[in-house]
């Protein structure tokens, strides 16, 4: 079983629609990142929370930490095709090196 | 910066042979990691490096092997390949804590057979 479960497993919107992907668990971490990643490339990281209740925003992404630190969003306004992906979302643990993914969200952007 | 490099990018096997993937980096991190990515399964560590001559494992360890003589260079050693090994292979590297930005090469699409 994944320490993070992400849902839902996969997302068709149309272009201008807006989305969520999330990201929970039954453990508190000490930070979580989300990262995007491309068929055929590595995934790249888009932000790191760390405080319960952090709310960051990127352009049109908006993420939030939860406020226990076992959960944590992922928000697309206005989705467009170029935000095609999937989605993961990754945490550790306090005094852990060790980074702990979730299973992917793959969001499909339509034109 | 070349950032993290992986060779190969496609590898056949046959069961029980060995075979090292080699990944690099250019950033004088000191944290290295080897994930293998499967569908639905997300990224599972293999190992990881916390500086040169320190390695540890990670959450599915067995049947491979790793190194760190060097800063740059953390190659993934597989012993006897099984199909079970058949997977996407990630290097990544960052500067140490888990709040940095880690950076992941391109991958190594491996095949067992």
């Given at each position: ?32 990142q989300?990262y ?6 590595g995934p790249v990281l888009?932000?790191t ?41 990754a945490?550790a643990?306090?005094?852990?090196y060790?980074l702990?993914f ?10 | 910066?070349?950032?993290v ?24 991190h000191?944290y290295m990691s080897?994930y ?7 990224l599972?560590?293999?190992?990881y ?41 990630f290097c990544a590297s960052r500067v140490q804590g888990s709040t940095d930005t880690q950076y992941f090469g ?8």
């Open positions: 079983t994944q320490l993070l479960e992400q849902s839902p497993q996969f997302l068709s919107i149309q272009e201008g629609e807006n989305l969520t992907v999330y990201c929970n668990s039954s453990s508190v971490f000490s930070s979580l989300w995007r990643q491309e068929p055929g490339e888009l932000v929370v760390v405080t319960g209740g952090e709310v960051k925003k990127l352009k049109r992404l908006t993420f939030q930490f939860g406020d226990a630190r076992k959960d944590s969003s992922l928000h697309i306004t206005a989705a467009q095709p170029g935000d095609t992906g999937l989605y993961l979302c945490g643990k306090s005094n852990d060790k702990s979730g299973a992917g969200t793959t969001v499909t952007v339509r034109a | 910066n070349a950032g490099t992986q060779t190969p990018k496609f590898q056949v096997l046959k069961t029980g042979q060995s075979m090292t993937l080699q990944c690099a980096q250019d950033m004088n000191e080897w293998r990515q499967d569908p639905g399964m997300g599972r560590l293999i190992h490096s916390v500086g040169a001559g320190i390695t540890d494992q990670g959450e599915v360890p067995n049947g491979y092997n790793v190194s760190r003589s060097t800063t740059e260079d953390f190659p993934l050693r597989l012993l006897s390949a099984a199909p079970s090994q058949t997977s996407v292979y391109p991958g190594t699409r491996l095949t067992v057979l």
